[in-house]
């Protein structure tokens, strides 16, 4: 069984440089393939796959073009994981997954550094260090987070990222599959909204933390920052501002995006935990088509700051961890028009009615209605 454990890291000015070096030749590399295909398409020649590529770049493209040679100077492993992400967006976009790949562009893209243990000395981590192919031995900020190796654990692969000016790295570490039994035989439903963040069944409501004060104090600082980039750069049309200062504000700006983001997730995580804790046989939540709901103009800001997804992906690897079976409900299954006393479908239900009042005399409210439904629910799949 794989886990992954991500934790900030504090790297020497040496291995800042390679860092960055090799970040930018990956992100380089891959916007190379994808340039490379399309070129191909244009022809009229046939796509060339991610080993094909690499076969080519190492052994045609830069013996004969020696100012690419800076390329191999890179962790060779990083910059074939870069084409195989490259390729793997190209399969994608065959199957009709998703959108034709995007260039990755320095400073906007999440490109990252991966590694892999290659042979013993590879991947070593001990309570305060972690050796990292290429870079050597690198400090880690929080200390006894990651498992060390000497307990037995081991570490398969990684990747280091960079977000906001700070360093970051994430590993893959082999554990034991241990499965832990569950006595419990009620479950829960979770109904996921917009004016608070999950409903559940069991009578507990987790707010909005976007509704918070420090959120809000955050983001209006944000916004602040935010126009003075704007008047920075329009400065520097005229010839009143310079690139260091730009630069110097981009980054004031990144590290409030990234702490607001922190702020979000650490409150996803500590909801979902205090859920799992209940220890229920299953957990029924709603397959919610965020994607159509990015659509409407007048929520897709309050859509995207409650990580739906993000919420799902982490309850499912919790609901693993724990033994709880994760069930999800139809997206079309009608759960807040559903009378939980006695099964009617309310139809001209709308969505400003915030209190449920059915014909029968229940009066309920409209999310915990929904909760109820889905812990009720007969049709499902489980994740």
């Given at each position: 069984m794989l886990k992954s454990f991500k934790t900030e890291i504090n790297p020497t000015d040496e291995q800042k440089i390679k860092i960055n070096k090799t970040i930018g030749t990956c992100r380089y590399v891959y916007n190379f393939y994808l340039c490379h295909n399309k070129s191909l398409h244009d022809k009229g020649e046939k796509f060339i796959t991610g080993k094909s590529f690499s076969v080519w770049l190492n052994n045609e493209y830069i013996p004969n073009n020696p100012d690419k040679v800076w390329i191999k100077e890179a962790y060779s492993k990083a910059v074939k994981k870069s084409i195989e992400d490259g390729y793997t967006a190209f399969t994608r976009f065959f199957k009709h997954q998703s959108a034709f790949p995007s260039f990755k562009k320095k400073g906007k893209s999440d490109v990252k550094m991966y590694f892999v243990k290659n042979n013993p000395k590879d991947c070593r981590c001990e309570r305060h260090r972690l050796n990292i192919p290429t870079l050597g031995w690198v400090r880690l900020k929080e200390k006894g987070y990651i498992p060390t190796t000497k307990d037995g654990w081991k570490i398969k692969s990684g990747t280091v990222s960079i977000k906001a000016d700070r360093y970051y790295v994430s590993v893959l570490v082999e554990i034991p599959n241990v499965k832990i039994a569950n006595n419990s035989k009620s479950g829960i439903g979770i109904d996921l909204g917009l004016k608070d963040l999950a409903i559940v069944s069991n009578g507990k409501t987790y707010k909005n933390i976007n509704k918070s004060a420090r959120l809000r104090k955050i983001e209006k600082q944000l916004r602040r920052e935010q126009r003075s980039l704007s008047r920075k750069y329009e400065n520097f049309k005229k010839g009143e501002s310079t690139q260091k200062n730009i630069q110097k504000q981009k980054l004031k700006?990144?590290?409030?995006?990234?702490?607001i983001d922190n702020i979000r997730t650490n409150y996803i995580n500590k909801t979902i935990a205090e859920i799992v804790k209940t220890k229920p046989s299953y957990i029924t939540i709603e397959d919610l088509n965020v994607s159509g709901m990015m659509k409407n103009r007048h929520l897709s800001k309050a859509v995207a700051s409650q990580k739906f997804y993000e919420f799902r992906t982490k309850l499912?690897?919790?609901?693993?961890?724990?033994?709880?079976?994760?069930r999800i409900v139809d997206r079309w299954y009608p759960s807040s028009k559903i009378c939980h006393c006695c099964g009617n479908i309310k139809k001209d239900l709308k969505l400003s009615d915030r209190i449920y009042r059915c014909d029968c005399g229940y009066?309920?409210?409209?999310?915990?209605?929904?909760?109820?439904?889905?812990?009720?629910?007969k049709t499902y799949e489980i994740a």
């Open positions: 700006v990144q590290k409030l995006h990234h702490k499912k690897t919790k609901c693993d961890d724990n033994g709880i079976e994760l009066v309920e409210d409209r999310d915990f209605n929904a909760s109820l439904n889905l812990r009720d629910a």
